[in-house]
Structure formats: C-alpha cells, structure tokens
T-cell receptor, first 114, second 117 residues
Framework: AQSVTQLDSQVPVFEEAPVELRCNYSSSVSVYLFWYVQYPNQGLQLLLKYLSGSTLVKGINGFEAEFNKSQTSFHLRKPSVHISDTAEYFCAVSPYNQGGKLIFGQGTELSVKP | DTAVSQTPKYLVTQMGNDKSIKCEQNLGHDTMYWYKQDSKKFLKIMFS???????INETVPNRFSPKSPDKAHLNLHINSLELGDSAVYFC????????????????FGPGTRLTVL
C-alpha cells in the first residue's frame, strides 16, 4: 500500500520570499513521484516529476523538488514566489506497473501575500 | 483547443436521480481516468481505461459505472445519487499504454462540480 503526507495544509508567505512545501511518502513498492498544482476553479497541471536519475528535478514556473530516498521525501521549493503562485499544491506517487494510478497527498494551500 | 473537456461543468440534482458526466480528450492518449475530489480537496482515483479496456477499478460503489465508447471518450454514469456523491469529478488522460502509464504525466479536465440535494 502507498500513502502520501503533505506536512502543511496551509502555507502563507510574502511575495518574493522563498517557500518549501513538504511531502513524505510510504510505499511497499517502487514509485514515481509528482507534484501537481491546482489554480482556483481549475483542473490540475503537472509542475514536475521524478522518474530516475538526478535527485534534483526542475519544473515549470521556477519550481524544483528534491527526491530523498532515505527520508522518503520529495519536498517542493521555489526561491522567490509571486502572487500568481497562489494555488493548491498536490504531491502524488504512482506505483510501478499499476496502470498510472496516482495516490495524492491532502494538498497544501499556498497563499502569497503582497 | 481544449485538451481534456468535461460536460457539464456544474450539475445540481436531487437524491435518487441518475446522471452522467462526459469526458473527451483530443490529445490522442491511450489512457483515461476518473478522480473524485471531496469538499476537503482530497483527490482519489476511481477508474482508469486503457484503449477502452477497464484497468483500474477502485473501491467505488456499484452505482458508479464508467463507459468508454472509444479511446477518446470516458463517461461516468451515476445511479441513485446520494448526498455523499457531492464532489468535484475530474477526468484525466495520459499518453502511454497501461504498462508504462505509471511514469506518464496526466492531463486533467476542468472538473464537474456535482451537488446532490
């Protein structure tokens, strides 16, 4: 079985400040790791994903994430946030060979204030 | 051009009714999914189809039945609607066949907000 825990349900931050959204997972099988973003009243879109190779993954809009196998974590970071980054962020895992099933964390609401 | 579209966007109905939500993707993808997002924004997979074949069927009540007439469409029919079915339902698609879909990016539709009164 797999589970994903996003450690912060809400993260308020001021514009141009750095931010880190934390994600831990547990799984009895190998998984791929994803971060998706959901802007208000929209569907989800991919920010970045880790499949293999370098543990530092760069995504869209200046976001990056680091896979840490020993800590089973996949934290998302951005060095300087904008108002437009205000959204809900979801960490997810996809177990190998399970048809693309995504198991999501509870989401982190990032609120960027001017 | 809309990649993954859903109709309707909003659906308000009474308990006990039967309703359908339609999903279409014009990306040429082989795999399609249905997810349910509850009032706390928690997302859970319900079904997936790969080229019209059911691949994932999570523990969803039998009142929910997906139908895939072709690989570009995956509809969701719900019988005897209950209050607890109120949620936002998202359709998604991904390019790969079932064996490699785990690594694929999924492309989500805009969602259908279902309200059961």
């Amino acid at each position: 079985a797999q589970s994903v825990t996003q450690l912060d349900s809400q993260v308020p931050v001021f514009e141009e400040a750095p931010v880190e959204l934390r994600c831990n997972y547990s799984s009895s099988v190998s998984v791929y790791l994803f971060w998706y973003v959901q802007y208000p009243n929209q569907g989800l879109q991919l920010l970045l994903k880790y499949l293999s190779g370098s543990t530092l993954v760069k995504g869209i809009n200046g976001f990056e994430a680091e896979f840490n196998k020993s800590q089973t974590s996949f934290h998302l970071r951005k060095p300087s946030v904008h108002i437009s980054d205000t959204a809900e962020y979801f960490c997810a895992v996809s177990p190998y060979n399970q048809g693309g099933k995504l198991i999501f964390g509870q989401g982190t609401e990032l609120s960027v204030k001017p | 051009d809309t990649a993954v579209s859903q109709t309707p966007k909003y659906l308000v109905t009474q308990m006990g009714n039967d309703k359908s939500i339609k999903c279409e993707q014009n990306l040429g993808h082989d795999t399609m999914y249905w997810y349910k997002q509850d009032s706390k924004k928690f997302l859970k997979i319900m079904f997936s189809y790969n080229n019209k074949e059911l691949i994932i069927n999570e523990t969803v009540p039998n009142r929910f039945s997906p139908k895939s007439p072709d690989k570009a469409h995956l509809n969701l029919h719900i019988n005897s609607l209950e209050l607890g079915d109120s949620a936002v339902y998202f359709c998604a698609s991904s390019p790969g066949l079932a064996g490699v879909a785990s690594a694929d990016t999924q492309y989500f539709g805009p969602g259908t907000r279902l309200t059961v009164l």
